[in-house]
């Protein structure tokens, strides 16, 4: 019923930019949150920013400064900009939305498949 399909994952050098996006479709009624997690083998999913729907940002403090999460109502989508990457940053990115389907009162937590970034030089 609704798909999140992330894209601008890769490779990067160390104090390189990527800009990260996910694109929400579907059958889709409203989107509250959205937010860009992250993931590396062996350890827990961790917040990277949330965005809720009129804007505020939230954001893992150790991250503050570096990365920019934003979002765009009318195309359904969440972008995360990175600045000065660095080795500590690949992970597997995750993005999440809170997504309230058509004919539903009920609200729902949705998942993307992942994006790979990698800082490597």
């Known amino acids: 019923q609704v798909q999140l399909v992330e894209s601008g994952g890769g490779l990067v050098q160390p104090g390189g930019s990527l800009r990260l996006s996910c694109a929400a479709s579907?059958?889709?009624?409203?989107?509250?949150?959205m937010g860009w997690y992250r993931q590396v083998p062996g350890k827990e999913r961790e917040m990277v920013a949330r965005i809720t729907s009129d804007g505020s940002t939230n954001y893992a403090d150790s991250l503050k400064g570096r990365f920019t999460i934003s979002r765009d109502n009318v195309r359904n989508t969440v972008y995360l900009q990175m600045h000065s990457l660095k080795p500590e940053d690949t992970a597997v990115y995750y993005c999440?939305?809170?997504?309230?389907?058509?004919?539903?009162?009920?609200?729902?937590?949705?998942w993307g498949q992942g994006t790979q970034v990698t800082v490597s030089s």
């Open positions: 999440n939305a809170e997504i309230r389907i058509r004919n539903s009162y009920l609200t729902n937590d949705y």
């Open positions: 579907g059958r889709i009624f409203a989107i509250n949150d």
